[in-house]
């Protein structure tokens, strides 16, 4: 039988439980605030962090990477701002050096990484490092899905907030509802607005002499088009696709990403040096030809600019340039027959030709000249999987040179030892120091 005594301790003891339980939940939710600083999460308040907060941005870094330490002060400094928006940013950090189970769940190989969640699902963030660039690239991403602009200054302070990262839907005269199912669809990828009111100096400034009509901008490249219609879903859908991207598109770490969702062949042109006036002339003569050819998309890229890429398809400074192909986006590539290069004179004719020879067919296949061996592998699995590749294969070895007949012990021995000695040696190439970013 129970003592009155132990009858009264159970309660204290459930008691004290229940105010230690609370005191812990009541200091992680106190570190989980939007305040404007750097929030420091590890596993035990991660998933916490991502949901509390809809929209949260979290660099991965380690302690030793000099990159890391360089991004750090620009994150600092524009968690403020972003916590200050109608639409709070958080911003927060992991130590994934320390943290592995947390770098391996989001598939962290390289420092610094940096995931923007929303509302719980991540992102890969593509975008600037500087402190009040990064402000103007989140921004978006807490934006009405379509703006209501109501005036010329209405209309302005929408482009100019809007920055030049993205894409910029203007609908002239036309109802939120037609653009706001593919505002939804394209919201991290573009802006998206109409104006109820506007000038004639506005349809003078975009250019459009009618309405309804739909203005796509790009002010980095300073190119727009216009769309008159039909305002049905497949036109309309077409239009917003085709004009996510410029008609020409300079390839370049970045932009190269642009292009890995992209599903339409890629007229590629390698020039020598993008800056040079031949090269800018060529541009323009391959930005007409991307209008009327609006089921592809052309790009080029300058053997000075980006030698490494520009070798993949077999061009470099002694081979004919400029030279055009036609690219998947992935391994394969096409040359057409008797135009694989462009003379000094008439490109434009030349470049008509080159089309019309890839419509009909007279094109060679190609395969691009792949990354070495341990690019593939760093690409394909990453740097955690090096390591244990290379631990299985010094392992392999020990185990062959223990199981070699008697009479060879010793030299078997000494196999085993120079292969442990070349394990070391192999592995030391792979320090974390060799990992930046």
């Known amino acids: 039988m129970a003592s009155p005594i132990s009858d009264m301790r159970l309660p204290i003891i459930l008691l004290l439980l229940f105010s230690i339980l609370k005191v812990g939940v009541r200091s992680t939710a106190s570190e ?37 330490k360089r991004l750090s002060p620009q994150l600092d400094e524009a968690a403020p701002v972003l916590a200050g928006l109608k639409e709070p940013i958080v911003i927060a950090k992991v130590n994934a050096d320390k943290f592995t189970r947390l770098a391996s769940k989001y598939d962290i190989d390289g420092y610094p990484t940096l995931k923007f969640f929303m509302h719980g699902v991540s992102m890969e963030y593509s975008g600037p490092r500087k402190a009040d660039l990064i402000v103007q690239y989140l921004k978006k991403f807490v934006a009405p899905d379509v703006s209501i602009l109501s005036s010329d200054s209405a209309i302005n302070d929408f482009v100019e907030a809007a920055g030049t990262f993205f894409p910029i839907y203007i609908g002239f005269g036309l109802n939120e509802t037609v653009v706001s199912n593919l505002a939804v669809k394209y919201k991290k990828k573009a802006w998206f607005s109409v104006a109820k009111d506007f000038s004639d100096d506005a349809m003078v400034l975009y250019d459009f002499d009618k309405v309804p009509s739909l203005v796509a901008l790009h002010p980095s490249y300073k190119q727009q088009s216009v769309f008159y219609g039909p305002f049905e879903d497949t036109f309309l859908g077409d239009f917003i696709k085709q004009n996510l991207l410029p008609l020409v598109v300079p390839l370049n770490h970045d932009t190269l990403k642009l292009l890995k969702d992209e599903e339409r062949k890629i007229v590629l042109t390698i020039i020598a040096d993008e800056n040079e006036d031949q090269s800018q002339n060529l541009i323009k003569l391959l930005r007409a030809a991307a209008s009327a050819n609006r089921d592809l998309v052309f790009s080029y890229v300058g053997v000075k600019q980006w030698e490494d890429f520009a070798d993949k398809f077999e061009a470099n400074e002694k081979s004919k340039l400029p030279k055009v192909i036609v690219w998947n986006g992935d391994v394969e590539y096409l040359s057409v027959v008797g135009v694989e290069s462009l003379d000094n004179e008439d490109q434009g004719s030349q470049i008509s030709r080159f089309l019309e020879g890839y419509r009909e067919g007279r094109t060679e296949r190609k395969t691009v000249k792949g990354p070495s061996f341990m690019d593939f592998i760093h690409s394909l699995i990453g740097i955690r999987s090096v390591y244990i590749i290379v631990f299985i294969v010094a392992i392999m070895m020990l185990i062959q040179s223990i199981g070699k007949e008697d009479e060879s012990v010793r030299d078997g021995s000494r196999d085993a030892v120079d292969g442990a000695e070349s394990f070391g040696a192999e592995s030391s190439r792979y320090r974390p120091e060799k990992k930046e970013d």
């Open 32 to 68: 989980l605030k939007a305040d404007g600083k750097v929030l420091e999460l590890d596993e035990s308040n991660f998933d916490s962090a991502i949901s509390s907060f809809d929209y949260i941005l979290v660099d991965f870094y380690a302690p030793w990477c000099g990159h890391c």
